[in-house]
């Protein structure tokens, strides 16, 4: 990743805030593609953002199946969150496929945040910075509605500006109800306070996106094949959430945080996402039906999780059980039609932009 993101702004160009604000162009284009809200914040921003932009960005999604084993060991062996597990897609590599070039300049001071935003804004790039959620008014309200608990209300967010004036911040955020993104303002005198409370911790990977060129559509056939190569996966983990779910039960705190919980919903969003990348592909209806089916039975069981440890009374453990296994059942089904197909077809993807 280079360490300049100021060469992508046109040589000589000087721009200034002032009470006009500066905006990206096609800010309502930026809607979130990740309805479970599985992902970590900078990539499923940078995943809104380059949505956007191009409709080819269901290509990030080819490796998006992941390892379940690698779910499991970090749900329910490290007894992390979902937003802390580093899914193999929508990565730098993966970006630059795309033809979007993912640029940072590390963690700034603010004066130089400020000086160098409005030059970024002007030529159309979004710029994302880490920061303290708990300094922004509309993350505390957030993390009280939702009962954040206490140890994490202090921890790093990605914030998305896509516009800003001598006074405001415009930032996308997805702290609503629906997780959708939608525009807030917010005032230079936030985020003066807040980095003057911990600078350390402010303007922390501050970084632009900036399109390069097309789709390399070679390359991500290249890599989706060697992804299909490598892909070996017994689904156990639907066994052992099941096992595990009324033992969780007994010890949950906060849901959101528990394992089966955090499982679930990885395990829905990744066959959602691939789903949608199956769209691009020249796979046939058989391949395309059945991982659309693991989707919708995926996201089912996740809300069937989640409404269980929330203590639903009709739900039990039995009826959860027996869904897992039928969908344990379907994704062992469906990675030999997916494996066995791709190695029939001559060409997976098509060969050019438009080109199917």
Known sequence: MEDRPDQHVREGTTVALTDRMIRIPDVDRIRT?????????RRSQLLAYVAGSTPWSDLLMYRALGSTAAVYRHCHLRGKDRWAFEPPYVTGGDLRLLGFELLSAGTVAIDRFESGLPGFLAAGQPVFFYAPRHHLPHWVEFMRRVGTVPEEQRLLHSFLVCGASS???????????????????VGWDVLREGYAREPERWFVDSSTVVRESDPDLDGFESAYRAFLARYRDGFQIYDLIGAGLVAERAQAGAVYRVPGVNSMALLAGSRTLFSRFLALTRHGHQVRAAYSGIAQLANALSDQVNAFHAGTPTLSAGRIRSGLTELREREQRAAVLLTDEAARLP???PSGPGVR
């Open 167 to 185: 006074t405001e911040v415009l930032l996308l955020d997805n702290t609503s109800d629906d997780h959708e993104y939608v525009p807030l303002t």
């Open 33 to 41: 593609q990740d309805p479970n809200n599985h992902l970590h914040c």
């Open 347 to 349: 060409r997976i993807l």
